[in-house]
């Protein structure tokens, strides 16, 4: 198999998709749906010391072989290659975090630009705790309501928009992003530093995130968060590896070894 190509049948199979692989928008927003709530965030490799690889073998390895996660170039990256090998038009774009405050981070942050029937779509299945469940339309004001969260999009000046979340009945910016085309080895060079570099988020914390049906989970460290769909949440922290090990199983489906765990936690 080329490097370029993702397994198609290995993919579905991860993600539990059982539908139709015709270039449409239902395809589109249900493979959207399917791998948001199968492949889970996560930067555990980082600190395990294991390198990022985002070529397609490096992609199908981790996150179909190994069921494991990933952060936003791992996949995103995985639901881009897969969405061209279906026939759908794909644009890399690029964001800044702006949930994360001040000083603002660098424009690192990747997403997608997806053609539909020649409607342009945003896909993103990157952004950790808060990322988007279904594509939406690139189109600023309307609401998209998703599981139990709602989104939109806002226009901002020098052509930028901002992807927002209503949260506590305020819409608040999570990133903003502009359509200039990102190549792949601009990722090479961010994902680089996000997994290297003391000074990246992402070696200073172990972070997983999921979403389901029924809940969506973050956990930073040993401090799970899991959040329900009438609003409320609980926060635990995993004071034992057993149970830290436990809650990577049964929220985020990630199954690590003891000996993993322990490195993880040391």
């Not at 952004?127 to 939109?152: K, S, V």
């Not at 020098?158 to 949260?167: G, K, P």
């Not at 992402?202 to 989970?217: G, H, N, S, V």
Request: net charge negative; with cysteine; hydrophobic share 40%.
């Amino acid at each position: 198999m080329p490097d370029s190509e993702i397994d198609i049948a290995a993919y579905v199979a991860r993600i539990g998709y059982t539908g139709p692989l015709t270039p449409t928008r239902e395809t589109f927003v249900a493979l959207h749906r399917a791998q948001a709530y199968s492949i889970p965030f996560e930067n555990l490799d980082i600190h395990l010391g294991r390198p990022i690889g985002l070529d397609a073998a490096s992609l199908s390895r981790k996150l179909l072989a190994e069921r494991r996660g990933g952060y936003c170039y791992e996949l995103n990256g995985l639901f881009g290659r897969v969405l061209r090998q279906l026939g759908f038009a794909v644009t890399n774009l690029v964001g800044r975090n702006l949930i994360a405050g001040e000083p603002l981070r660098p424009r690192a942050h990747q997403l997608l630009l997806v053609q539909v029937a020649g409607e342009p779509w945003v896909a993103d299945l990157g952004f950790g705790g808060n990322t988007l469940l279904e594509p939406i339309p690139l189109l600023a004001g309307p609401e998209h309501r998703m599981g139990f969260d709602t989104y939109r999009l806002q226009a901002a000046p020098q052509h930028n928009y901002h992807v927002q979340l209503l949260m506590d009945g305020q819409w608040q910016s999570l990133y903003t992003f502009t359509l200039d085309e990102t190549q792949p080895s601009d990722y090479q060079m961010m994902s680089y530093f996000y997994s290297n570099s003391p000074d990246s988020p992402f070696r200073q914390q172990r972070i997983c995130a999921r979403a389901t049906p029924e809940y969506r989970a973050t956990l930073v460290d040993r401090e799970l968060k899991v959040r329900l769909p009438d609003g409320s949440s609980t926060v635990t922290v995993l004071a034992e590896d057993e149970d830290y090990s436990a809650a990577l199983a049964r929220y985020f489906g990630l199954n690590l070894s003891e000996t993993q765990v322990a490195t993880l936690l040391a």
